[in-house]
């Protein structure tokens, strides 16, 4: 148990070592565990009443939903418009996460 800790607390201290990257390395890995929950979510409310049937519509739905594009039907559900919104909030965060990752590597690079 012990040794399951430090290993934790090695692998945190190893990904915060870099602020920004730590921070665009935790959104990203929110990013997806958001796409494969909401894939999984999002066909448990809209399977059978909407135009989301399969496994694959569910992730391709969750994926432009996530990157803000457009879905072709909104969702019928309430917990499917619940997803929908908080899956365009999470794409405008991974949006802005990976905009200042970027600024960070272009202004250590020009003050080097």
């Known amino acids: 148990m ?3 800790v ?3 607390n090695d692998i945190f201290t190893q990904t915060f070592k870099n602020k920004g990257e730590g921070i665009f390395k935790s959104v990203v890995i ?3 565990l958001l796409v494969i929950i909401s894939s ?6 809209e399977k059978g009443i909407g135009v989301i049937n399969t496994a694959n519509d569910a992730f391709w739905w969750t994926v432009y939903t996530l990157l803000g594009m457009d879905y072709c039907q ?3 559900s309430i917990g499917g418009k619940i997803i929908a919104i908080l899956l365009a909030l999470a ?7 990976f905009t200042a990752y970027l600024a960070e590597i272009f202004f250590n690079n020009k003050k080097q």
Do not use: D, E
Not at 40 to 45: K, P, S, Y
Not at 91 to 97: A, D, E, N
């Open 74 to 76: 909104p969702p019928i």
């Open 40 to 45: 999984m979510l999002i066909l448990i409310f």
């Open 2 to 4: 012990i040794k399951a």
């Open 30 to 32: 929110l990013s997806i």
């Open 91 to 97: 794409g405008m965060t991974l949006l802005g996460s």
């Open 6 to 8: 430090k290993s934790i």
